[in-house]
């Protein structure tokens, strides 16, 4: 069973830098797609970034520039790290994996695991 662990999360003011990272556990492999989705409150949840190997990244427009999202796959990890931060960045962070979908996949719906989130808060 595939489990992901979020963490990474905090309190940042406006235009300062974090990274986000995610740990995969389970039979997850090179051959799945890894992606970062957010949900602000009240807001449903949206795409920010996703890849799968080798080399294909689909970043969302309003992050591009200053979002870059990686992965180690001998570790299972895939991170975001994020600068430039701005306060309608404030979000719950959250990891997704899927062995079918490609990065530009970017409905909710198409992802198969979740991780449980972490909160970033972007202070103006």
């Known amino acids: 069973q595939v489990q992901l662990e979020e963490s990474g999360g905090g309190l940042v003011q406006a235009g300062g830098s974090l990274t986000l990272s995610c740990s995969a556990f389970?039979?997850?492999?090179?051959?799945?797609?890894m992606a970062w989705f957010r949900q602000a409150p009240g807001k449903e949840r949206e795409f920010v970034a996703a890849?799968?190997?080798?080399?294909?990244?689909y970043i969302e427009d309003s992050v591009k520039g200053r979002f870059t999202i990686s992965r180690d796959n001998a570790k299972k990890t895939v991170r975001l790290q994020m600068s430039s931060l701005k306060p309608e960045d404030t979000a719950v962070y959250y990891c997704?994996?899927?062995?079918?979908?490609?990065?530009?996949?970017?409905?909710?719906?198409?992802?198969?695991?979740w991780g449980q989130g972490t909160q970033v808060t972007v202070s103006g």
């Open positions: 890849m799968r190997e080798p080399n294909y990244t």
């Open positions: 997704a994996v899927d062995s079918k979908v490609v990065p530009t996949a970017t409905r909710a719906a198409a992802w198969d695991y």
């Open positions: 389970g039979p997850v492999d090179s051959s799945y797609s």
